[in-house]
């Protein structure tokens, strides 16, 4: 079926049967047009994104304070601000990209590869040739192929097999649907790209085909713009026959000459300000918006050529694939250059658009004037006849433009040629530095800046292979030398970057002011200005260059965090409230970090839930670590237990080794506020262990957290760890536990030590007064002030009997103090099991209130006496964090004593991580298996009670006891060797009698069984 009619879209004669690979063939044209837009606009972003540097700014950070004897205690972290500076890592090849602009260039040539089959017989080898040129310039050969086709060159194979097929349609005379033709030739090239994938170990890459097989669609590009430079000029032709009101030929032709003049003097401007000799900083057409005009134009203006080209190609069909093939070709090419930021291939095309359009719009312009003098010319009487030009012919015209374009090129010295080569030898080096193949990336761009001294491209490469293996001098002139030409931010900031590490502050600063002159692209630089005043403490400047970076920047998250952190670190509350509430509703990782911290030094509490999106990844960067850090050192923070089980594997990842300390003491903070005190105690043992030399805070944070629950001589063993780091803090908080133990003869040598030691005054004045009270002796109590009274009850609790309690306890004036005697000597004996003791000072409260009722609670259960509502009394008391344990302790008791050994069970498991240091659990615990003669199970408690508590006498004499039930007398003979360092000699020898009794009495059983 023939479509008769001329249309925009279809030539006379069309078949209706080409329609749909025309149209698929224009959408992939105007594809990869777009994708050539894009490349203009993002391509040096995409060759050198811009990746941010997390920096640290500390805020201390109050954990949890609390009240040891009279002294009050608190637990200090740091939270961490982060403020990000922009820098390039190095030239980034995205390889996706790349495939998907060969699988383009490979479209075009399957166009053009069918297109020939219509073609006369001389053009149909000159045309094959070029195609098949092009495919034995691919490196198909640095594929590594199997064995046993390795002898054969690849490329030959795929060249005979699409030559069979082609010649086939040739020698068909043209009869064959161009639809099938080219679906067959999409068959093979599948076919062909399969066996080749699958033959490979080496694995196919667009990149590596793009830059060794350039050559040919190289040239066929060059022609391609050469062919169609004259298309504009046409157009202008063209409208102003079209839309002349007059038939006036002076009026026609002096319209013509103005939109013809403007046009010409865009490319003139454009010549003289890619050479460097003009920049009037004036709007212009660049060159590849000029080029896509010129080719869609050339789309419908190629089917006025019919009487130019008809000899060489049947324009029915083939003629507008071919066009379409070539522009894809070329859009692909000029993609390539721009999305890999190759400067020297891309001035390759941008010279020749600029000369051609220049040598070809003047040969042409002269033409057209020249032929419309004549009444007689064809050109006259319409744009169809364009070609068919008389007195003067379009060939002379033609090559009139050529000589045009040869002179441009002699007067820039044939630098094209040179930025060709330099452009290719760039992408071999993007290839190696892509494989980390450092040593030939930088001979590639060594011989690239050899062929073009002053390629942005190849000094970027070499200077971050310098930066890589540690020349940063090197690297920083390297960077110079890179915007010599070309004025890109990515150069200033990195030399700046290895100025500010080398801390030279104001020469990184002068850096980035030349390139804030010099660049359009300035947000990144306004905010690395800023950041480098708030180091100078010019702070005024810093929130100025932030101001201004704001204004330019598409990602402003990036100027909110800084702004706020720096805020946040100087604490200027005036200006904070806004920037409060705008980072409350920003979803950007860095300003929500940068707001636990503040609200973490503020002590206010976090109103965010945790984003599990920003822990996705496989590795955290630090804007990600300090979220989850600020997050969970917050007491108010929410962390439930998948979370923490969550981030427990995340620190543990071997990616994120540099923050897993870190890490792991946040995630253990948040246990121990939700009470899980066992898995917090083993993280916060981890982290002390794993600490680093010279940095004793893991240790004093543990030992805190052990001195808070009443584990004092575990919090010793950390506190002198601490100690041995010169950390003096440490020895204070060693004397503070020793004077709580009551151990006061080493209590006061510690404090005589501190006090002459030359600490800071207020830690040297606590160390006086311990001195002089602890060693007060008088005889009578009227002799004690009621202070006196106060720490001589609180802390010789030891010399302390029932009558003496009484006397001094009516010196004390003070309530509150009053009341926390009480309350230490009820912990005291309550401590030490003697329960009728501990009750005898409940008396010295009033029996309604509260501590009595509770008191007596505890006491009663720890006795085994339950009331009917006594779980519900258990309920609602708040045990403080040092008795945490003792609640599901007693629960536990309940349950044993109505006989609900699973309840009980549970209830004896949640006391035992709730409370891993509490000799007690243990024993009550075992004591419950074996009621239940489950005596395995009891052992098993009191051998992890042993490992918990090595220190704890009467642990340790039950679980020799049992060995001896159980018959495990070597563990219990190496238990009894423990035993002798933990008992005076008196005490051992008394135990030692029930030990040898137990021992005959389990070997007599032997002997009988």
């Known amino acids: 079926m023939i479509y008769n009619k001329d249309s925009f879209l279809f030539w006379q004669n069309w078949k209706l049967e080409n329609s749909f690979p ?82 383009f260039v490979a479209l075009g040539f399957l166009l053009i590869t069918s297109a020939t089959s219509y073609f006369g017989k001389l053009w149909f080898w000159v045309s094959s040739l070029l195609v098949y040129g092009y495919v034995l310039t691919l490196p198909l050969n640095d594929l590594s192929f199997a064995k046993d086709i390795s002898p054969i060159q690849p490329s030959y194979i795929v060249v005979a097999v699409f030559f069979i097929v082609n010649f086939s349609f040739f020698r068909s005379n043209r009869s064959i649907p161009f639809l099938r033709v080219f679906t067959v030739n999409g068959l093979v090239f599948a076919g062909v790209f399969f066996l080749v994938s699958e033959s490979t170990t080496r694995g196919i890459s667009g990149i590596h085909f793009l830059a060794n097989g350039y050559l040919v669609p190289l040239f066929l590009s060059i022609t391609f713009i050469a062919l169609n430079a ?55 057409l660049h060159p590849f918006i000029v080029l896509i005009i010129s080719l869609v134009i050339g789309i419908w203006g190629f089917k006025a050529r019919e009487y130019q080209y008809k000899s060489i190609i049947s324009f029915q069909s083939a003629g507008s694939f071919l066009y379409l093939g070539l522009g894809i070709i070329t859009f692909s090419m000029i993609s390539f250059a721009l999305m890999t930021s190759n400067d020297p291939l891309i001035e390759v095309f941008e010279d020749v658009i600029v000369f051609s359009h220049i040598g070809f719009g003047v040969s042409i312009s002269v033409y057209i004037l020249y032929n419309f003098k004549s009444h007689h010319n064809p050109i006259r009487k319409g744009l169809a006849n364009f070609y068919k030009g008389k007195p003067m012919d379009f060939m002379s015209a033609w090559f009139l433009g050529l000589l045009i374009c040869f002179g441009l090129l002699a007067k820039s010295s044939f630098i094209s040629y040179d930025q060709a080569f330099a452009g290719y030898y760039n992408t071999i080096g993007d290839i190696f530095l892509n494989e980390a ?65 080398q801390n030279k502050y104001f020469d990184a600063m002068f850096d980035l002011k030349d390139g804030l002159e010099k660049c359009n692209d300035k947000a990144e630089l306004y905010n690395n200005t800023a950041l480098i005043y708030n180091k100078l403490n ?29 805020l946040s670190k100087l604490d200027y509350e005036d200006k904070l409230s806004y920037w409060l509430e705008e980072v409350k509703n920003s979803s950007y990782v860095s300003s929500l970090g940068n707001l636990f911290a503040y609200l973490n030094q503020k002590g206010l509490p976090v109103e965010n839930s945790f984003d599990e999106n920003f822990i996705k990844t496989k590795s955290l960067n630090t804007p990600q670590f300090a979220y989850v850090y600020n997050y969970l050192l917050n007491p108010t ?46 993280l916060f043992h981890e982290c002390s262990r794993r600490s680093p030399p010279y940095e004793s805070f893991y240790h004093t944070a543990a030992g805190l957290r052990h001195l808070q629950l009443g584990n004092y001589d575990k919090a010793i063993s950390y506190f002198d760890l601490a100690v041995r780091q010169n950390d003096y803090q440490a020895k204070y908080l060693k004397a503070v536990t020793l004077t709580e133990q009551g151990k006061l003869e080493s209590a006061i040598g510690l404090w005589r030590n501190i006090a002459t030691n030359g600490l800071d005054s207020t830690i040297q004045q606590k160390a006086n007064v311990a001195i002089g009270f ?42 509150s103090q009053k009341g926390r005697i ?188």
């Open 822 to 1009: 009480v309350k230490r000597y009820f912990d005291y004996y309550f401590q030490e099991s003697s329960y009728s003791e501990a009750e005898k000072y409940l008396q010295f409260l009033p029996k309604e209130s509260k501590a009595y009722l509770v008191s007596n609670t505890i006491l009663n259960g720890l006795a085994g006496k339950f009331s009917d509502d006594f779980l519900n009394e258990i309920e609602h008391i708040n045990f403080p964090v040092n008795q945490l344990g003792i609640k599901p302790l007693l629960k536990a008791g309940y349950f044993a004593s109505i006989k609900d050994s699973t309840s009980a069970e549970g209830m004896f498991q949640v006391a035992l991580s709730k409370a891993p240091f509490k000799e007690r659990v243990y024993l009550h615990f075992s004591k419950f298996y074996s009621e239940y003669d489950n005596l395995e199970q009891a052992y098993s408690v009191l051998q992890k009670g042993v490992d918990f508590i090595p220190y704890s006498s009467k642990i340790l004499k039950e679980y020799i006891l049992l060995c001896l039930e159980l018959n495990y007398f070597n563990y219990a003979k190496y238990a009894l060797d423990d035993l002798t360092k933990l008992l005076s000699a008196k005490e051992f020898k008394a135990f030692n009698k029930q030990y040898e009794k137990k021992l005959d009495q389990q070997l007599q059983l032997l002997e009988k069984w």
């Open 637 to 682: 923070s929410t962390a439930s237990d998948s979370l923490l089980t969550l981030l427990e594997k995340v620190s543990n990842k071997e990616e994120n080794a540099d923050f897993k300390i870190f890490l792991d003491v946040a995630i253990a903070n948040s246990y121990f506020q939700k009470e899980e005190i066992n898995t917090s105690l083993r």
């Open 22 to 103: 025309y149209w698929l063939s224009f959408l992939l044209f105007i594809s990869i047009g777009f994708i050539m837009l894009a490349g203009l606009i993002y391509g040096n972003d995409l060759t050198f994104p811009w990746e941010k540097k997390g920096e640290i700014e500390e805020l201390d950070t109050l954990l949890d304070q609390f009240k040891v004897g009279i002294y009050d205690l608190e637990i200090k972290a740091k939270s961490y601000l982060i403020t990000e500076a922009f820098s390039i890592q190095g030239i980034t090849i995205h390889l996706w990209l790349m495939n998907a602009i060969f699988g």
């Open 230 to 284: 004259h298309e504009i000029v046409k157009a202008i032709f063209s409208i102003t026959l079209s839309k002349s009101t007059t038939s006036n030929e002076k009026v026609n032709t002096v319209h013509f000459l103005v939109f013809t003049t403007v046009y010409l003097l865009n490319l003139v401007y454009l010549y003289f300000f890619q050479t460097k000799q003009l920049d009037w900083g004036i709007v212009y």
């Open 774 to 815: 602890y060693s007060v002796k008088k005889s009578k109590a009227t002799d004690f002030s009621p202070d006196e009274a106060f720490l001589f009850l609180y802390y010789r609790i030891k010399e302390v009997d029932y009558g003496t309690f009484s006397a001094l306890y009516e010196r004390i004036e003070d309530p």
């Open 437 to 501: 193949k450092l040593d030939e990336a930088r001979e590639n761009y060594n011989v690239a800046r050899g062929y073009n001294p002053t390629n942005h491209h190849s000094y970027m490469g070499l200077a971050y292979l310098d930066e890589v293996s540690g020349n940063k001098t090197s690297a920083y002139y390297l960077y110079k030398d890179a915007v010599k030409k070309k004025q890109f931010p990515y150069a200033y900031i990195n030399a700046s970057n290895i100025r500010l590490d």
């Open 538 to 566: 010019l702070l005024d400047s810093s929130f100025y260059y932030f101001e201004l970076a704001k204004r330019n920047d598409l990602n402003e998250e990036v100027i909110e965090s800084n702004t706020f952190a720096i």
